[in-house]
């Protein structure tokens, strides 16, 4: 039992030189490891009694993808497992249906059962490309919360106050601005908590965002006499627009899965500022390799081509080495030559003629009409090469190539 595990009084423990050096490269790139001495000695204990430290991430399935702000978390998780500690990836299948609140000022809409089960499917196989999947436990949280029933979770909602609730950042917001809190969203970071206790979680890591949620754990395992839980919370990666957290639902995210040419053109699009942050969270660069970077940038070179060499590092590390170059060849043709890729989807339709809306709608190049009017209309369209503004305009039988934007292209035939 967690209650009855002692440090050993050893001089070996106390004397471990490979600690520190685990210590240091654990919180590199971290923002805070809560309570520092108490890892230390689980550090300690994990190493005098070979056993691997359980080390919890919980991810609610509210999108089917996941994207590079993810990595942030993963590659330190993985980080932890080639230093020999076992990864449980928690899929929040029942905290779900409730909704986390973090990070939104309004009440989140509840997913269905079978969106949940849907989004669920996709997340091992996504974060298995940075985890070892011989060293990653999986679990949902359904398997012990649906047994709860009504007497255990009013049990467990007993071992939280209002008052500590509220002192999450987003509560404590929208009940001083009026907003609406619905009272099962109180009942997330309990039930998240709840999740750490049964998994005899050592360490929980997540976003800055989580760090409520995160030290609910510790609480609910001291109720219960356990050795509560290390919390290291590590930075949010704002999307490509530098503004927000990368998110599917604001679309400013870089899905994992995405198509080579997307993901590197998406990264080619952020700033040359956001660049160094996106470099030191997500490149397996040495800090000093980027310290090297930025001194050739200050030196005069282009920071274009530090952004090449990185789009080209991610792009390999999701799909390889060849669609890296070939992406990177892509890119060069497209914005410097103004040239049109080497690959891109072919559409065929049997008609007399269609307008380009309705080409741009059909081929997918617009989600709906009033999208393909407004792109027209601002001037983000082009058939081949040549920019269109009358909404008007008919395709007759032929072969053609479409442009929204400055990534997006088809090939459309009409026959």
Request: proline share 3%.
């Amino acid at each position: 039992m967690y209650m009855n595990n002692k440090i050993p009084e050893n001089k070996e423990l106390d004397t471990n030189p490979k600690i520190d050096s685990e210590l240091s490269s654990i919180m590199s790139g971290t923002e805070e490891l809560l309570v520092e001495s108490e890892f230390i000695l689980k550090l300690k204990k994990c190493r005098h009694s070979n056993r691997p430290l359980r080390v919890k991430l919980g991810l609610d399935p509210t999108s089917a993808d996941l994207h590079l702000g993810h990595t942030v978390v993963l590659r330190k998780l993985r980080l932890l497992q080639d230093l020999g500690h076992l990864v449980i990836l928690l899929i929040g299948d029942f905290t779900s249906l409730i909704g986390d609140p973090t990070g939104r000022n309004t009440t989140r809409p509840k997913l269905t059962k079978d969106e949940i089960e849907d989004n669920a499917k996709t997340y091992f196989n996504q974060a298995s490309l940075v985890l070892d999947r011989n060293k990653t436990e999986i679990r949902y949280n359904s398997e012990w919360c649906k047994k709860l029933g009504a007497d255990g979770l009013i049990s467990l909602a007993s071992q939280a106050t209002v008052a500590r609730i509220l002192e999450r950042e987003d509560f404590n917001k929208r009940y001083k601005s009026g907003v609406s809190i619905a009272l099962h969203e109180f009942l997330y970071p309990i039930i998240q908590g709840y999740d750490s206790l049964v998994l005899n979680s050592d360490l929980e890591i997540g976003g800055t965002d989580q760090k409520f949620n995160l030290l609910m754990g510790r609480e609910l395992q001291k109720n219960a006499r356990r050795v509560p839980q290390c919390v290291l919370t590590m930075p949010l990666l704002e999307g490509t627009d530098g503004i927000e957290k990368m998110s599917k639902s604001k679309g400013n995210s870089i899905g994992l899965t995405e198509k080579p040419n997307e993901m590197f053109g998406k990264i080619m699009s952020i700033s040359d500022e956001l660049m160094w942050r996106y470099i030191s969270l997500l490149s397996f660069k040495s800090d000093y390799q980027i310290s090297r970077m930025k001194l050739d940038v200050e030196s005069g070179k282009n920071p274009k081509d530090i952004k090449i060499e990185f789009a080209m590092e991610i792009v390999e590390r999701f799909h390889s080495k060849l669609l890296a170059v070939s992406s990177s060849k892509d890119f060069e043709s497209r914005f410097k030559f103004g040239g049109v890729p080497d690959h891109i989807n072919e559409k065929t339709f049997h008609d007399e003629g269609l307008t380009v809306v309705a080409v741009l709608k059909k081929s997918g190049m617009a989600p709906s009409s009033s999208e393909a009017i407004r792109n027209i209309e601002q001037g983000g369209v082009r058939i081949d090469g040549e920019k269109i503004t009358d909404r008007n305009v008919i395709l007759n039988k032929g072969s053609y190539v479409l442009q929204v934007g400055k990534r997006k292209f088809v090939r459309v035939k009409i026959v």
